[in-house]
């Protein structure tokens, strides 16, 4: 029987804290009997609401702290402040010291992804981190990073981006060589921002044996599952990260008030209930909670802030999954295949400049 | 009874040109009937479309040209090939010379954007063209801009985005202080890229009479109509809008493939179809097709280069209404009202530095 996989909660992380921490781990508990918990944050309020969760009780340690990040901490006060003494540092700090397999947290990105690359250290090649996260498309499911964790990056970076990504994809998804498209305002070589085009140069040169670099992919093809991995610079990526699903939220709504108008339509909504009740689940946005910080020494889950405790539970089964299937260790090979992504990007350069 | 409406078309324009174009103003026409059209293209691939549709003949007049810019030339060949010559700026011109009162192409984006510009000249105070459209949202309808005719932009570009912007919203929606937030990957201060923090500062530290600025909203926040006038650089912009429409039709091929899954679903259908429809209508992106070419001289209008006949006579609505709703001098009584909005802008730049 393998070890049981160890997961280091910041039980003090989003928007509500303890109250969706603990029984969204307490839901995710139950599809992975095989998992324990650390809970880093105030033991008066994470005994409280494990109090309620006996079984998630007998399975977990709560380490007390006083000391929360706040959402609104910018990452440089975040790490001055909570370096070595809040609940979002010492989850991480406990992937560090070997006491956890990944740690996971719902607060201020910005303040993860930095105490993260502060704490882990990044991986040889990789300068910054990214956040990944599944996206499901219309031919299954794809990786799309970055959705947020660095803003800006040059071309070099977006093709770190690339490589972490295609091993998350051929990890997760089986793939030999997973096909990569680079987020663009156009599919024409000549458009979009100059690192953007210098990238597509880069992969085109390096033709990396991991990965398949199939050319720009506009904001409707992430949807239409243009290419296994899509990559971007973390702020366009959370961009069209957030439009996707506030526009998932909108359809919603307009189909709850559609279905409700006539008494036809209602009757209709009652037949086609389970239709319905599918459809709702592929369009929820909490169901692909759980976003991968890549890039480090170790493995950091980032979920919504603003998620509830199904949310939260969804973020839980990501990091137990990227623990499973050995994500750390398949990124780190994919990494030095050819030598380091960061390497081959430089010699690239010089072949294509 | 007012005088018609003159709209000058670049027959060419788009992935197949004159045979959505043409099909595209004789929908529009029958909206419209106060319309006449000059069309510029390729005179006999224009005359065998327009044998089909007798009345929009009646009412058009065709130039003709050899040369059409293509979708995938870079806005610098556009210029050197396309200038003086081609179907696009032949429309362009033709508002210029003032014989339209609006142009409409679906041509490349980047293309029409540079020669809009050069044909027609900036308004004052107004450096680069933007792109912006009407995105319907849970709370009525918003403006978006720039969705891609400018990539880049320091803070005075956002403030001249939210002053444009803000004019069309309260031209188009009856507004006087339309509220206006600026696209961001967070709504806390000190989220997000520099210069969509220093237009923050700006917009703040000017409070214009003539718009209401809210703060930063985020992707999903577009959607819950979260303000009047969402202002984002061109290519983030863009990204939104590719990723809502790449969600929207997701979503409608979700629906489709779950309603026709059982017996149950399909009789359902059946019954709520009217709702069906009213969704359908909701959630098709070619209803909202027809940006326009804010900042110049002039009414411009960019259709979708995919957008099939139906869709482009969308954008020839708004071009039409653009015109009726004398857009221009709007815009440019607003640009007016406090002095120019960059020297405005200029003065809160020393104000908070």
Redesign the interface.
């Known amino acids: 029987m393998p070890k049981k996989v160890r997961i280091a909660l910041d039980a003090m992380g989003g928007d509500v804290g303890a109250s969706v921490v603990v029984p969204g781990a307490a839901i995710a508990l139950t599809r992975h009997p095989d998992s324990e918990f650390l809970l880093f944050g105030d033991s008066k309020l994470i005994e409280a609401e494990l109090a309620r969760h006996p079984a998630l009780k007998a399975a977990s340690r709560v380490i007390h702290t006083d000391v929360a990040v706040s959402?609104?901490?910018?990452p440089s006060v975040a790490l001055r402040r909570g370096r070595k003494v809040s609940s979002m540092w010492l989850a991480i700090d406990a992937v560090k010291k070997g006491e956890a397999d990944v740690a996971i947290s719902a607060g201020n990105?910005?303040a993860l992804a930095a105490m993260a690359r502060f704490c882990l250290r990044m991986l040889p090649g990789i300068d910054r981190p990214a956040l990944a996260a599944i996206w499901p498309?219309?031919r299954g499911d794809s990786v799309v990073l970055d959705l947020?964790a660095t803003?800006?990056g040059d071309a070099h970076h977006l093709v770190a981006l690339a490589v972490m990504g295609s091993a998350m994809a051929s990890v997760l998804f089986d793939l030999e060589r997973p096909t990569v498209g680079l987020?663009n305002?156009?599919v024409?070589e000549?458009?979009?921002?100059e690192e953007i085009r210098e990238a597509a140069e880069l992969l085109r040169a390096m033709n990396l044996p991991q990965l398949e670099y199939i050319g720009f992919v506009?904001?409707?093809?992430?949807?239409?599952g243009a290419a296994d991995v899509i990559v971007?610079e973390?702020?366009?990526g959370?961009?069209?990260?957030?439009?996707?699903?506030?526009?998932?939220?909108?359809?919603s709504?307009?189909?709850r008030s559609?279905?409700a108008?006539?008494w036809?339509?209602r009757?209709?909504?009652?037949?086609?209930?389970?239709?319905?009740k599918?459809?709702r689940d592929?369009?929820d946005p909490s169901k692909s909670n759980g976003s991968v910080v890549l890039g480090l020494n170790g493995i950091v889950v980032k979920s919504h802030g603003g998620t509830d405790a199904e949310g939260f539970a969804y973020a839980v089964d990501v990091g137990y999954e990227m623990v499973r299937y050995d994500l750390l260790n398949k990124i780190n090979q994919m990494l030095n295949r050819d030598g380091s992504a960061h390497g081959s990007a430089q010699t690239a350069q010089e072949a294509v400049s």
């Open positions: 959402m609104h901490d910018k990105t910005g498309t219309i947020g803003i800006g987020l305002i156009g024409e000549v458009k979009g921002r506009e904001g409707d093809g992430i949807g239409k971007a973390g702020f366009s959370n961009i069209a990260l957030k439009a996707a699903e506030g526009t998932a939220r909108q359809i709504e307009y189909l559609a279905m108008r006539t036809r339509s009757i209709g909504y009652l037949f086609a209930r389970n239709a319905f599918s459809l592929k369009m």
